[in-house]
């Protein structure tokens, strides 16, 4: 068993944090234009300091047309008009501050969008100084200059009539890839980035971290040659010498890759944020949208190993959701029949590992995923893309339309249901996306005024993290026999042993453990006994316990 070193000088902030991801365009709106804003998300500090939060990761408010959401930055150190002024963001964070929690701010950085200056200058001439600030490659036998595609559909190289020269994107045609190569580039971003530090933000959540030392004349994007090299010269230059948290989103990462991020010898990133579990319900080699069932011995097998493989030479991101990711109640719970008991199943299971967790605004009232029967009702663009390339490619309608219904980054983007007012008393004016019609259930001020709501659940599972080193320091051991949807772990620390087991089934499964329960820590179905030693788990139940032997 691995020995875990928790000397008071080498524990930081953020490992015994929980963080809470608002998307600010679907958190609240304060007046009246149908779009979530900085006035908003202060005037709900308060509900985020009850829950127990320490740290909000906020999704991009910088200036943006808003291609992708605000994914595509015009002006990194001005405000989105939408979302309010620079005096808001900093009203923002000195409420969150006083409040005990930490704004990280989400930091897109491999590419902008293509109405920033730097890109509109590089348009101008081959010559222009800030040409290489971007990707540009001149035709191949006529055409793009290699087989790149982009994630939003189609080739990932846009060609530019007055140059005579393709560019670089490997989203949106309007989100061109900066060149890391170019150390002018990245000067400029370690300047941005100390511009917010200095303001006193508490970090950065780095979208597509691991695209910045692509290759494309190789057609490398991720985990480039140089990768690493530019991260350790970012830390060196910016939040190195600050006490923040940094998160990267890497969707290559191995175990091994990820230390390489977060080992804290190498001065790169505190953590990053890992996909293997999100592609399980998905057919291998093929795309998002490619549907299969989920394999519950998979999801162990995955979690698992991540719980165990970093030792102690990196730190977990624990997740279900985000901004870009189904709603979890709906993908693998069930949210008709066992909406409450599932929703608080996948809380317990997650939020009792090892590992920095994550909230995404409207997990902790269990919001679900929001289908619709027409391409017209999607605002995303990703969706919208994949429609259109598979309706030319011979897809049927239908098809199509249950993977945006299962997929789709618009069910997580629904606006945020406050209550059961009119737009879920997101707003007074018309939504800038459709309100789920089940707000009038499912909403805030439901949960607060019921005491076994999944809010509350949310609620004890912070404290209990706060409160117990074993939640944030203990190790973690696989219970390996047991019925295939039962996931069941030991956490161990300091004499001290923790059992969690959750039934991800909408049926019974009987399960057996070793040990004598001391003690009830959490249950979804308020069980005062329980025996581990032969008990049958109902549908979604989830428990943790004491044991002794």
Not at 437 to 465: A, C
Request: glycine share 8%; hydrophobic share 35%.
């Amino acid at each position: 068993m691995q020995e875990t070193v928790t000397n008071e000088k080498e524990v930081k902030w953020w490992q015994t944090a929980v963080v809470y991801q608002i998307y600010p365009r679907s958190f609240q709106d304060s007046d009246g234009d149908g779009i979530g804003d900085l006035r908003g998300i202060i005037s709900r500090i308060d509900y985020l300091k009850k829950l127990g939060i320490t740290a909000i990761w906020l999704s991009p408010v910088y200036k943006s047309p808003n291609d992708d959401n605000g994914y595509d930055i015009s002006d990194y150190e001005d405000i989105m008009d939408e979302f309010g002024t620079m005096a808001d963001m900093e009203e923002l964070l000195d409420k969150a501050n006083e409040a005990g929690i930490k704004i990280v701010m989400d930091l897109v950085v491999n590419h902008t969008s293509d109405e920033h200056k730097w890109f509109i200058e590089a348009k101008k001439s081959r010559d222009n100084e800030y040409r290489d600030y971007y990707i540009w490659r001149d035709p191949v036998d006529g055409g793009v200059p290699n087989g790149l595609g982009s994630v939003f559909s189609g080739p990932a190289w846009e060609w530019d009539e007055v140059s005579g020269q393709y560019f670089l994107h490997l989203f949106s045609r309007r989100q061109p890839d900066l060149n890391w190569e170019n150390p002018k580039v990245r000067q400029e971003v370690y300047d941005m980035m100390n511009f917010w530090l200095d303001k006193g933000v508490g970090g950065f959540r780095m979208d597509v971290i691991d695209l910045v030392g692509k290759i494309p004349d190789q057609e490398i994007t991720g985990n480039g040659p140089k990768l690493h090299e530019y991260l350790q010269e970012m830390n060196r230059k910016t939040f190195g010498s600050h006490d923040v948290l940094t998160v990267g989103e890497t969707w290559g990462a191995t175990p091994e890759i990820a230390k390489l991020y977060s080992d804290p010898a190498r001065n790169e990133l505190s953590m990053v944020f890992q996909f293997e579990h999100v592609g399980l319900d998905q057919h291998e080699g093929k795309d998002k949208w490619d549907l299969k069932p989920l394999n519950i011995a998979d999801l162990k097998r995955v979690l698992a190993k991540w719980q165990t493989s970093l030792g102690n030479q990196g730190w977990n991101s624990l997740f279900w959701n985000n901004h870009d990711l189904p709603r979890i109640v709906s993908r693998w719970g069930n949210d008709q029949e066992f909406h409450d008991q599932s929703a608080k199943m996948f809380a317990v299971l997650l939020h009792m590992m090892k590992g920095t967790p994550y909230i995404y605004q409207g997990e902790e009232i269990g919001m679900t995923n929001c289908p619709v029967s027409s391409i017209d009702e999607v605002e995303d663009i990703e969706a919208v893309n994949m429609y259109h390339d598979r309706l030319a490619k011979g897809y049927a309608v239908e098809d199509i339309m249950t993977s945006i219904n299962a997929k789709g980054r618009d069910n997580a983007r629904t606006p945020m249901q406050w209550d059961d007012s009119s737009n879920g008393g997101f707003t007074t004016g018309k939504p800038w996306l459709h309100v789920n019609e089940n707000y009038t259930t499912i909403n805030v001020k439901e949960n607060l005024d019921n005491p076994d709501s999944i809010f509350y659940t949310y609620q004890r599972l912070i404290k209990l993290r706060q409160e117990n080193p074993i939640v944030v320091w203990g190790d973690f051991e696989l219970i390996e026999h047991t019925a295939e949807e039962v996931f069941a772990y030991y956490r161990i620390y300091e004499g001290e042993k923790w059992l969690v087991a959750a039934n991800i089934a909408a049926q019974e499964n009987v399960f057996a453990a070793d040990g004598n329960v001391s003690e009830i820590i959490m249950s979804n179905y308020n069980r005062s006994e329980i025996d581990v030693a032969n008990l049958t788990m109902k549908p979604y139940e989830a428990f943790a316990v004491k044991v002794q032997g």
